[in-house]
């Protein structure tokens, strides 16, 4: 599948290039940094510019979030957890950022180029309607447990 993107300017276009953002069999195209961040208190929220705008084929979303390596390498996660970018958010000012929250007591610099984050794309299913429904049977246990230790 093929998707657009638009690069804000030469110079990132040249950093994605650089980062190698996708290899054969990949199902995640990486994403960047585009410009220097720097943390030095836990808890500190960054938007981290990822200076690009993605238009989604029709009928599908994307997905962004954080590369398996984000955490252990910088220390951050990302704030919403995963990014939902439906197919319309491609205006010409709606350029992507990863939320990032920081969770290292020393201070860290993220360097521009810096490969943070990932989106899929994913075809989208709306909901059309939502319609009441009344539980039956048993409960499973409570959140996040099937009823087993």
């Keep these: 599948m093929s998707v657009k993107i638009y690069y804000r300017n030469e110079s990132v276009n040249l ?5 190698g953002v996708q290899t054969e069999g990949s199902v995640g195209f990486d994403l960047v940094c585009v410009e ?6 836990v808890g500190q929220f960054q ?17 962004l979030m954080p590369r ?19 197919e319309d958010y491609c205006g ?7 939320p990032a929250i920081y969770l290292r007591s020393e201070p860290m610099e993220i ?3 810096t490969r943070l ?10 909901v059309t309607s ?15 447990s099937t009823g087993h230790s």
Excluded at 36 to 41: G, H, I, L, V
Excluded at 47 to 63: Q, R, S, T, Y
Excluded at 117 to 126: H, L
């Design 15 to 19: 950093l994605y290039k650089e980062a």
């Design 36 to 41: 220097n961040m720097y943390f030095d208190a």
């Design 47 to 63: 938007l981290l510019d990822l200076g690009i705008i993605i238009k989604a084929p029709k009928g599908h979303h994307c997905l």
């Design 68 to 86: 398996s390596s984000t955490f252990k390498k910088f220390g951050l996660i990302q704030a919403n957890s995963v990014g939902l970018i439906d």
């Design 92 to 98: 010409p000012e709606d350029y992507w950022r990863f």
């Design 111 to 113: 360097k521009a180029g």
């Design 117 to 126: 984050a990932q989106f899929i794309v994913q075809k989208s299913i709306p």
């Design 130 to 144: 939502v319609e009441d429904f009344c539980p039956e049977g048993a409960s499973r246990g409570g959140f996040g």
